[in-house]
């Protein structure tokens, strides 16, 4: 099986910033594509950003030129840098894994979700 254990949420004042850390581990043979989602109260899951094993990133536009997405393929690690957080960046951060196991078939994998508080 697959583990994807975050850290990195917190409270933080409007304009400041967060790093958030996803490390994957387990029966793990490739990983795909990993990403961040986020889900405010109220609302739906969203996507936040995602990165390609080859590192295509692709970014919500209400975060674009704030949020940089990483990851180390090494650690099995995605980052999510969050510079000029908006009260409404608040939401609980998801991230997100496609991961192919050692019996090679493939299946999606989310972390346990991490809170980000982005005060006035």
């Known amino acids: 099986q697959v583990q994807m254990v975050e850290s990195g949420g917190g409270l933080v004042q409007t304009g400041g910033s967060l790093r958030l850390s996803c490390a994957a581990s387990?029966?793990?043979?490739?990983?795909?594509?990993m990403g961040w989602y986020r889900q405010a109260a109220g609302k739906q899951r969203e996507l936040v950003a995602t990165m390609t094993s080859g590192g295509r990133t692709n970014y919500v536009d209400s975060v674009k030129g704030r949020f940089t997405i990483s990851r180390d393929n090494a650690k099995n690690t995605v980052y999510l840098q969050m510079n000029s957080l908006k009260p409404e960046d608040t939401a609980v951060y998801y991230c997100?894994?496609?991961?192919?196991?050692?019996?090679?078939?493939?299946?999606?994998?989310w972390g346990q979700g991490t809170q980000v508080t982005v005060s006035s």
């Open positions: 997100y894994a496609g991961i192919t196991l050692w019996a090679r078939n493939n299946r999606d994998y």
């Open positions: 387990g029966s793990i043979y490739s990983i795909n594509t």
